[in-house]
């Protein structure tokens, strides 16, 4: 199994433009997660969903947004790049919420905003 | 909202050390789990703690849950260079998952 597959790896852009992170995974989990990482301040939530269809809010979600058309598939977008968005972002899957048998993750996208 | 601290920020042991990384919560958890990331890697789920004073061990390393279920523990006995990375733990509060909270993690280096 390839578990949970992150495209692309890394990626540059210039503020203002828009790009789409894809986040597949193969394992039938419900719920999915998008995170960003920047150091010191670990892992902060960006965006998540619990289902096909629907998508929620989490700590960081401005200037982001997120889609999840079908339940193996979990894209994250950015409209208008900012430098501040400059991250490594992780994608994430879990069967029951995490309980019991946590949270995969994907490799991550590096992203650099200039 | 949920807090959860880790400390220390930064721990350098020389290999055969022993480490210890703490994490409290402002609040009550239902559940906390353990990761690892190695340098340049993802997070990567070790373990997970659900009853009160509960303590879970994997070969050199022992997890704690406190008493209170606001607070854990992860200890490494004789540190490899194999342990070197990152450990986050995260706690929710929700009986169900979905809302685990990640603390900014321990950063270990091990000096051979």
């Known amino acids: 199994n390839a578990g949970v597959t992150q495209t692309p790896k890394f990626r540059v852009l210039k503020t203002g433009q828009s790009m789409t992170l894809l986040c597949a995974q193969d394992?039938?989990?419900?719920?999915m997660y998008w995170y960003r990482q920047d150091p010191g301040m670990g892992l902060r939530l960006i965006h998540y969903?619990?289902?096909?269809?629907?998508?929620a809010k989490g700590e960081v979600p401005d200037g982001y947004n997120v889609s999840r058309l079908k339940k193996q598939n979990f894209l994250l977008g950015l409209e208008s790049a900012a430098p501040s968005q400059t991250s490594v972002y992780f994608c994430?899957?879990?069967?029951?919420?995490?309980?019991?048998?946590?949270?995969?993750f994907g490799s991550g996208t590096r992203l650099t905003v200039v | 909202g949920q807090q959860v601290m880790q400390i220390p920020q930064y721990q350098h042991v020389q290999e055969g050390e022993d480490f210890t990384t703490y994490c409290n919560s402002s609040?009550?958890?239902?559940?906390i789990q353990w990761y690892k990331q190695r340098p340049g890697g993802h997070p990567v789920f070790l373990i997970q703690?659900?009853?009160?004073?509960e303590v879970k061990k994997q070969k050199r390393l022992t997890f704690q849950f406190g008493e209170a279920k606001k607070n854990s523990s992860l200890h490494i006995t004789a540190t490899q260079t194999t342990d070197v990375g990152t450990y986050f733990c995260?706690?929710?509060?929700?009986?169900?998952?979905?809302?685990?909270?990640f603390g900014p993690g321990t950063r270990l280096s091990v000096l051979p």
């Open positions: 994430a899957s879990s069967y029951s919420g995490g309980l019991n048998y946590g949270y995969t």
């Open positions: 394992m039938n989990h419900e719920y």
């Open positions: 969903s619990v289902g096909e269809g629907t998508t």
């Open positions: 609040t009550t958890l239902s559940n």
């Open positions: 703690l659900v009853k009160s004073g």
């Open positions: 995260a706690g929710t509060m929700d009986n169900y998952g979905q809302n685990f909270v």
